[in-house]
């Protein structure tokens, strides 16, 4: 589904642009090399390091990683591992796209191509529009061919569909609004698709956006409530073990200056609606970062309007939840991704890589990357940059070819894809200035570091030691972001000393049972 540029920029949006884009600082790193890059980052020096390092303690800027110095009294020295246990999901299990991929009855080629790299880079999830003018065009006529042809594929491929329902039809909202619709003739719909794919598909979102004029024109509060409530009881009704999800949330809600975030319409549907939390099973939101441009790790604060970094967005959505009676719901992340137009196709895969850790770090249920293919129309440059997601080069303009963000992807997969969040190694050793490092363990004893330098310049590095955690043994091995080998050393010398820059690197070593 295509959607015109001003899903990113409404007009009040445009006034905070012009003042964040006059303070950026310029990023020329030469070997980005995206389409139309022309001064490849848009983002600014965050001064603050605004992703959970709050601890730019001024007192170890240099040496706080310095645990294996050439002390002996290894029994004095803090253990920055410490309390730290692999738990919750394996990162594949989060893996997840948001597709566009057809729906028709014929055999498609970009379709096919698509659920084959999904295979391959161990995507889990596959997100797609159920658009009810499709599926019921008039009342109680239903075409679900096209439907089945795609569920049926992607099951066959070990890919659980996830199925956001959408779109009005005119014949039970005449004037296009979603507003017009009666909650019982939407839950006719709800219940008769479900119960046709309950044995394939369990997650159902109910609307895409629907905080946004762009799919519900105009945002009613009241009346998503309504349409919510109805999917739930319906849903719930053909299959009881489904998942609901509250929309996917745009983090360009037009109430932009609510004081309670960019996630405000959560707390606006719960005043309309006290009792919502009984009507979901889960929050879904699309955390862009400001503007699709800056990394996950930057926050943007012009005073009067404040958009978090990845990991807070995270932590805010959860907090409008836990003040409404539900904060123990799973948030999904059923969009998010970078455009590669001004950024560049290297900075788009560091961030790829980058995002899926920040997010599982801070809890995120699953994270569908937008989406799989480039679609711009044609192969010079053009706006909007809606068109410059993709993992793969539009394949309308000839064979797909691959692009650094899917090697990302199947390096996120190569290295952590059964492993489980441990902990944030970084902020235990309190690195400040940039400097991640969060770890992660698999069933087998492999612990797997991911460590990076988060600045407006990919290549800016930082060097810093890493510790090894305790009972490491053997062999450990760095790899890049793609997972092929850089470097190893003996894991007796109980640390690394690393050259961190913007592109993800994966430190590995085997930790003896009982460490």
Not at 21 to 37: F, I
Not at 181 to 201: E, G, L, M
Not at 292 to 315: F, K, M
Not at 441 to 470: F, M, Q, Y
Request: proline letters at 6%; aromatic letters at 12%; hydrophobic letters at 40%.
């Amino acid at each position: 589904m295509k959607r015109p540029f001003s899903r990113l920029v409404f007009g009040s949006i445009w006034l905070l642009t012009m003042l964040f884009l006059a303070g950026c600082a310029g990023d020329d790193d030469d070997d980005d090399s995206g389409a139309g890059e022309t001064d490849d980052d848009a983002s600014p020096v965050d001064d603050d390091d605004d992703d959970n390092d709050d601890d730019n303690d001024d007192d170890n800027d240099d040496d706080n990683d310095n645990d294996n110095d050439d002390d002996n009294d290894d029994d004095t020295t803090p253990n920055p591992y410490e309390g730290m246990a692999p738990s919750g999901i394996a990162i594949d299990e989060m893996l997840a796209i948001a597709s566009h991929m057809s729906y028709d009855v014929e055999d498609d080629y970009a379709r096919n191509f698509e659920i084959a790299r999904d295979v391959e880079a161990g995507v889990s999830y596959s997100r797609r529009g159920f658009y009810w003018n499709h599926i019921e065009p008039s009342d109680n006529v239903w075409d679900f061919a096209g439907y089945d042809v795609m569920v049926g594929l992607l099951t066959e491929a070990g890919i659980e569909p996830t199925a956001f329902l959408t779109h009005s039809v005119g014949w039970a909202a005449p004037g296009g609004s979603p507003n017009e619709i009666d909650p019982a003739v939407w839950a006719d719909f709800a219940a008769t698709t479900a119960a046709r794919y309950a044995d394939q598909i369990e997650r159902w979102e109910i609307w895409n956006e629907a905080n946004t004029s762009m799919f519900w024109d105009p945002p009613s509060p009241e009346h998503y409530g309504d349409l919510l409530k109805a999917s739930y009881t319906a849903i719930h009704a053909n299959d009881e073990s489904a998942t609901v999800i509250f929309t996917g949330l745009s983090g360009f809600d037009p109430n932009l200056l609510d004081p309670r975030g960019i996630w405000n319409f959560i707390a606006r549907v719960a005043e309309a609606h006290p009792d919502i939390c009984d009507y979901m099973d889960a929050l879904a939101i699309h955390p862009y970062t400001f503007l699709q441009q800056p990394g996950p790790e930057l926050t943007v604060d012009l005073t009067i309007y404040h958009y978090p970094n990845l990991r807070d967005s995270i932590a805010e959505a959860r907090g409008l939840l836990e003040d409404i009676g539900c904060g123990d719901l799973p948030i999904h992340l059923t969009e998010v991704g970078w455009p590669d137009f001004f950024i560049g196709e290297d900075r788009q895969a560091a961030y790829l890589a980058r995002g899926v850790m920040l997010a599982r770090s801070a809890g995120a249920a699953s994270y569908y990357w937008y989406t799989f293919f480039n679609e711009n129309d044609a192969a010079d440059i053009d706006l909007p940059t809606e068109d410059w997601f993709g993992l793969y080069t539009n394949p309308e303009l000839g064979e797909p070819q691959v692009k650094p963000s899917f090697e990302a992807l199947m390096g996120v997969h190569l290295m952590l894809g059964g492993s489980r969040y441990a902990g944030d190694l970084g902020a235990a050793l309190a690195w400040g200035d940039d400097n991640y490092a969060l770890a992660f363990a698999d069933d087998g004893g492999n612990w797997t570091l991911g460590i990076w330098h988060a600045a407006p310049k990919l290549d800016e590095e930082a060097t810093v030691t890493v510790p090894l955690p305790p009972g490491a043994t053997g062999t450990w091995i760095l790899y890049d972001q793609n997972g092929e080998t850089v470097t190893q050393g003996d894991a007796a010398d109980g640390a690394v000393e690393a050259t961190l820059n913007g592109r993800v690197q994966y430190l590995r070593v085997a930790v003896s049972p009982g460490r």
